[in-house]
């Protein structure tokens, strides 16, 4: 099965930190997650004004913001294995082809 993943990081020298993944499968199932880890200081300044805004994490109603658990979605806010952890329940026994640019 085919799974369309877009990803959100914040880049800086010898390292790339995780701010948010997102995954559509061909079936229909989403799956959204923000990391925990992921601090400000990170990011540069584009990220800061681009994306950092726009996360579900930052949102004063998170229930607007998050029609991926109102349409059967699953992920949430929380540290990088356990994101690593919940892509791979997502995923299943799938032999996986991950489509992203």
């Not at 929380?78 to 952890?85: E, F, H, L, Y």
Request: glycine share 8%.
């Amino acid at each position: 099965m085919r799974y369309f993943l877009d990803t959100e990081f914040a880049e800086r020298p010898c390292s790339i930190e995780l701010i948010s993944v997102a995954i559509v499968a061909e079936d229909g199932r989403e799956f959204y997650a923000e990391s925990s880890d992921f601090r400000d200081h990170m990011a540069n300044e584009w990220v800061l004004a681009n994306v950092v805004p726009k996360l579900w994490s930052r949102q004063a109603d998170k229930s607007e913001f998050n029609a991926w658990t109102r349409d059967g979605g699953q992920g949430g806010l929380m540290d990088r294995g356990s994101i690593a952890r919940a892509v791979r329940r997502f995923v299943g026994d799938d032999k996986p082809e991950f489509w992203g640019y």
